[in-house]
Each structure stands twice: as C-alpha cells, then as structure tokens.
C-alpha cells in the first residue's frame, strides 16, 4: 500500500459514488492534487446495496438538472474510462393516484421539458402498455421519462473513480479519518490510521456517516440513516 502524501490540495472523505464522483469532476475540472480517503474499500458505504434505479424527475428543478447530466455522463462512461458501469436506458414511470399528485407530476413535466428533458404524460392505458404488469386501480395518470435506466452502482463506482485516477487523483483504502485539526478556525490537517495530511480543503463524502466527520470540526449536521428495501426476483414474463 503506497504511503499518504503529506499535503494536498483537497481530501475528500468517503470512497462511494459521491467520493467518487467529486473526484472525478474536481479533476475534470483541472484539480491534480486530489486525495480521496476510505476507511473500508470503494462502495463498501451505501453505495453497495443501492439497487441502481435512475429516475430523473425531482420535486426541485436543480436535482432533476444534474440527474439529467447524470444520464448523459453515463451514456459515455464505459467509453471513456473502459470499465462497465451496467447503464440500461429502459425508461421510467412515475404514477398518480390522486388529482393532486396528478398535478404535481404535470408541473414536474413542463420543468424538466423547459431544459429540454424529454418527457411526457401518459394515460393509464399507455402506462400499462409499458408496464404490463402493473394494477390500474387507482392510477390516474403517469409521468415517463424514456431515458431513465438503471446502472450498477459498483461498477458506475469504479468508473468514476478510475477516471478520476487517470487525471491524477490519488485513493487511499483502509484509512479512516479519525480527526480533522483546524488552525485559526480553518481546515489544516486530516488525521488518519495511516498518518496526518495537510490541507485546506475537506469534503464531508461520507454519506450516513457525514455527522461523524461534522463533529470532528464541531459542527452539527443532521443526518439521519433510515432503513431502505427493495427485491430482486426472477425474470418476470413480459417485463424486460
Ligand atoms: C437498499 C438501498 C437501495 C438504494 N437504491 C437506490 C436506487 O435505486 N437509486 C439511487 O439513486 N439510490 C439508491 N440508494 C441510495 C444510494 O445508495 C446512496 O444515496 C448513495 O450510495 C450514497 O453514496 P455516498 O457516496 O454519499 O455514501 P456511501 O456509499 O455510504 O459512502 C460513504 C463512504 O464513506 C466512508 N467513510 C465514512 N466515514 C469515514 C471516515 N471517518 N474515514 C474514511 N471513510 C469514511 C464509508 O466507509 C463509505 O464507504 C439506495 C440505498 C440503499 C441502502
């Protein structure tokens, strides 16, 4: 295991896909002196167990903004870097069940239309056609979005990561932050298992653990884990 550099220019805490895709971007960007730290190995976070739905409609016009570059980047990801990250554009829908749900994913259409995501409200009849399987009751209407997918988070994980690498970005596994000391009330040095860096600069990527390393600098950032579910099954007759 190679040994941590005694400065950089920025640390980013958390090997999952924001870790990841920070250092990806930040050296996309022109940054050389990148530095990611992880305590575990890359996706050992949530980022492991995500199930990897790609769904681009947001309640808030900015999320569904970088969504929507989301789709693009990983359109081109496998080419750029070489590594499959998995993307599948099989489309998505959202459903209304209620008159004002139904509403709200009208608004959310004409948004994400207004830069130029294309989108389009369907019937029931139409949702079901995509989606055979499903139950009518009470579905009043539906949003879809033909180039939502899916992606395998791991790989989407190791691709960011690997392109990160490529423009310089360094990835330290098995270290744990353990401390952050400030100088003059501002970042100075990141403490770790394997040795103290100097920097000006530290990213809270740590996803659910994002409170611990709040606290390293006293600040109080309210993060709270919640229990998420989904299942896999066997292929399903009709849905592909
Ligand atoms: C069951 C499940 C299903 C999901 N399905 C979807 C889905 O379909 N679509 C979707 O978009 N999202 C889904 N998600 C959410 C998605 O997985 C998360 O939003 C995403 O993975 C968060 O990434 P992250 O990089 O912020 O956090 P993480 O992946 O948790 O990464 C944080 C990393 O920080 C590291 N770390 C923490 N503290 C320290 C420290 N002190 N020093 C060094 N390293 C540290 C951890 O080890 C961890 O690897 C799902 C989540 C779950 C649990």
């Not at 599948?88 to 139904?102: F, K, T, Y």
């Not at 395998?152 to 994980?157: A, E, K, M």
Request: hydrophobic share 40%; proline share 4%.
């Amino acid at each position: 295991m190679s040994d941590l550099p005694s400065t950089a220019q920025v640390v980013i805490i958390g090997g999952g896909v924001g870790g990841c895709s920070i250092a990806y971007h930040l050296t996309l960007m022109g940054w050389k002196d990148v530095v990611v730290l992880e305590r575990h190995e890359l996706t050992a976070g949530s980022t492991w167990h995500s199930a990897g739905l790609v769904g681009q409609l947001r309640s808030d016009a900015n999320l569904t903004r970088m969504m929507y570059y989301s789709t693009d980047l990983y359109r081109r990801l496998k080419d750029e870097t070489g590594i499959d990250t998995g993307w599948r554009e099989v489309g998505g829908l959202r459903l209304a069940s209620s008159p004002e749900r139904m509403e709200d994913l009208k608004r959310l259409v004409g948004m994400a239309r207004s830069f130029g995501m294309p989108m389009e409200m369907l019937t029931p009849k139409e949702a079901w056609e995509l989606f055979p399987i499903m139950s009518l009751d009470g579905v009043l209407g539906a949003a879809y979005t033909p180039t939502d997918g899916v992606i395998d988070p791991t790989g989407l994980t190791n691709a960011l990561a690997a392109g990160a690498k490529s423009r310089g970005a360094r990835f330290f596994t098995e270290t744990n932050v353990e401390a952050i000391n400030l100088k003059d009330g501002r970042v100075h040095e990141v403490v770790t298992n394997r040795g103290k860096i100097k920097t000006e600069i530290v990213v809270n990527a740590a996803g659910q653990w994002g409170g611990e390393v709040g606290k390293m600098v006293g600040l109080f950032l309210p993060v709270v884990p919640m229990a998420h579910l989904y299942i896999i099954t066997k292929p399903i007759e009709g849905v592909k």
